[in-house]
């Protein structure tokens, strides 16, 4: 006797049953759906002289009546809204903490300025050290001009770019028996070069001059482009092989009585404070997956003391949370007592690491410190 095994195989009826089912199914579910927003709809529907309209409050600021306008017709009019948009202060309080906490290296370092840096000096400083570990180098100084041939396309474009070939010396100092660490610093918002090559990214005056100072010029922070600049040297910096990158002249020029105007920014509140932050914010956070770490030097007295200063715009208290290390000059006799103040803007690491005292003339008794010829 054969067996039944209809209840595991369905037969060929059965198949062309489930299609038929299936759309008989989803047309009934559709016509159920249209009657329910038919009915349910009603009360919504208004009727004037263009025929009927859905007025439905969810969907509008519930500001809307009809009424008649002067050829007798009914006509949906809205109740205006004052809408005003306001601009607050920047906080950068909230700013979450996230540099330093994996520095593991030391810094005792001589400094080679961008004069001084060729072949031959960084060869021969590097072999003289007695006492440190690392070499400073400013490759981009105040001037705007590169000591090495960058290959960045800004660079290129604005003949920036110097002519030592760095990427080879720091090739050579890596493959040494010393265990060098190389530091390479580059001055950012204060330019003498590109302004006046590039006058869309300067920084202006309310006449919409390039703004110079006795230190050269200016650079506008909000500028995008400048910006690029900073990111890709940094880049092509941790490529070569530097350990860390060193960003001074982040700070904003002072000029008692100047208003200044930033192309690069639709914000009319804008200060010192919030340009300033916002470049090192948008640094950083470009650089979040650099090889090599990102630091800063502080060059205010006053945002060291008392956690920003306005004039200048630099907040220390934002610096020690998205740079790695900051730099200080400070008086060598000093040092340990700033490295006290300092651990009062650490939240993450170790402040030991994390402070570098710059110092003229003699070395300080800190874990780290960096060494400039008096």
Not at 151 to 167: E, M, P, R
Not at 285 to 300: E, F, G, T
Request: with cysteine; hydrophobic share 40%.
């Amino acid at each position: 006797m054969p067996k039944n095994n209809s209840e595991f195989y369905p037969g060929k009826k059965q198949k062309k049953r489930r299609p038929a089912f299936i759309i008989s199914l989803v047309v009934l579910t559709l016509l159920a759906l249209m009657l329910l927003l038919f009915y349910g709809l009603q009360k919504y529907i208004v009727i004037t002289n263009d025929g009927l309209h859905l007025d439905i409050p969810m969907l509008s600021d519930g500001k809307s009546h009809i009424v008649i306008n002067d050829e007798g017709e009914s006509v949906k009019v809205y109740d205006p809204v004052d809408i005003e948009l306001v601009v607050g202060e920047a906080d950068y309080e909230n700013v979450a903490a996230t540099a330093g906490k994996d520095l593991e290296t030391e810094v005792k370092a001589d400094y080679i300025s961008a004069g001084y840096a060729t072949a031959d000096n960084i060869r021969n400083t590097a072999a003289a050290m007695q006492y440190g570990n690392a070499l400073v180098i400013e490759v981009k100084p105040a001037s705007g001009m590169l000591v090495y041939n960058s290959q960045v396309d800004f660079a290129l474009a604005y003949g920036t770019s110097g002519s030592l070939d760095l990427a080879s010396v720091v090739s050579e100092l890596k493959g040494g028996e010393k265990e060098i660490y190389l530091v390479a610093e580059i001055c950012c918002l204060n330019d003498s070069t590109v302004p006046d090559r590039y006058p869309g990214v300067s920084l202006k005056t309310s006449d919409g001059e390039n703004y110079t100072d006795g230190s050269g010029g200016w650079i506008d922070p909000y500028s995008a482009e400048y910006r690029k600049y900073i990111v890709d040297l940094c880049k092509e910096l941790s490529d070569m092989g530097f350990d860390e990158i060193c960003l001074n002249g982040l700070r904003h020029p002072v000029s008692e009585g100047t208003t200044f105007l930033y192309p690069g920014t639709s914000n009319a509140n804008a200060t010192p404070i919030t340009a300033c932050s916002g470049f090192a914010l948008s640094i950083t956070r470009s650089l979040k997956n650099l090889d090599a770490n990102v630091s800063v030097r502080l060059n205010s007295e006053t945002a060291f003391g008392s956690g920003e200063d306005a004039a200048m715009g630099q907040n220390a208290e934002l610096f020690f949370k998205i740079f790695d290390r900051v730099y200080y000059y400070v008086d060598v006799a000093a040092a340990a007592e700033a490295l006290e103040s300092a651990e009062n803007y650490v939240e993450l690491g170790d402040v030991n690491l994390r402070f570098v005292p710059v110092c003229y003339g003699a070395t300080p008794e800190t874990a780290c410190w960096v060494f400039m010829q008096g």
